[in-house]
């Protein structure tokens, strides 16, 4: 079984401020997808960003870019040049990758992050 | 672009009462997976279904079911409801992605549950 952790309950940063949330995780996998997961308060959960374990370079999606440390089981999101609408919970992922194909495994989460932009 | 459809939004019930929520997934998606989302808490994996039968399974109470039909929808059956039952449930859905692979789960907007 794999655990994901999230140590920031609560971050609060000022509009157009780089913001960075940690995630750290434990597995015995060697092939998984680090995910993080945006919830604003309309509770739809809304990919942000997703990394494949095989890939050394981190994965970037415009404002939104990831931290990877593999041997330190560590996942981090930084965010540039926030905005109010990133307001919202994050949460980091796990998912492992099904070697024999036929569908996947449901993720694992941690207990999120709550990020206020303030203007 | 279609999302994944999820029925009724809302739903009120009394403890020991029965409740079925309904799962469209995206056209062409044949996995679907089962969140559930107390208040406050990180979403919860119930159970995922590939291709009509049941793929993985995580902390589904007994007291649950659930099941994939012919046209890849699903619903995820709940008896004797007790007040802890009380959450937002997520039905997700996925086109499988073969082997050493791991497609996108893509979430519906839920369905709020109240146990009175």
């Known amino acids: 079984a794999q655990t994901v952790t999230q140590s920031q309950p609560e971050m609060s940063v000022q509009e157009a401020e780089t913001v960075t949330l940690s995630c750290t995780y434990d597995?015995?996998?060697?092939?998984?997808?680090l995910f993080w997961y945006k919830q604003p308060p309309s509770r739809q959960m809304i990919l942000v960003i997703r990394?494949?374990?095989?890939?050394?370079q981190n994965a970037t999606e415009n404002r939104f870019s990831v931290n990877f440390q593999k041997a330190a089981k560590s996942f981090s999101l930084k965010i540039s040049d926030s905005q109010l609408g990133d307001t919202a919970m994050y949460f980091c992922?796990?998912?492992?990758?099904?070697?024999?194909?036929?569908?996947?495994?449901?993720?694992?989460f941690g207990k999120g992050t709550h990020l206020i932009i303030q203007p | 672009a279609a999302g994944v459809i999820q029925s009724p939004r809302h739903l009120i019930k009394e403890k020991r009462e029965t409740a079925t929520l309904k799962c469209y997934p995206i056209?062409?998606?044949?996995?679907v997976y089962w969140y559930q989302q107390g208040p406050g808490q990180d979403p919860q994996f119930l159970i995922s279904?590939?291709?009509?039968?049941?793929?993985d399974k995580g902390s589904i109470p007994d007291r649950f079911s659930a099941q994939q039909f012919s046209d890849y929808h699903s619903e995820l059956n709940m008896s004797s409801l007790e007040l802890g039952d009380s959450a937002l449930y997520f039905c997700?859905?996925?086109?499988?992605?073969?082997?050493?692979?791991?497609?996108?789960?893509?979430f519906g907007p839920g369905t709020r549950l109240t146990v009175l």
């Open positions: 997700a859905s996925s086109s499988e992605g073969g082997l050493n692979s791991y497609n996108e789960q893509f």
């Open positions: 597995t015995s996998e060697n092939n998984y997808y």
């Open positions: 990394q494949e374990a095989y890939k050394q």
């Open positions: 992922a796990f998912g492992a990758i099904m070697y024999s194909g036929g569908g996947a495994d449901g993720l694992t």
């Open positions: 056209p062409r998606h044949d996995t």
């Open positions: 279904f590939y291709e009509k039968m049941q793929s």
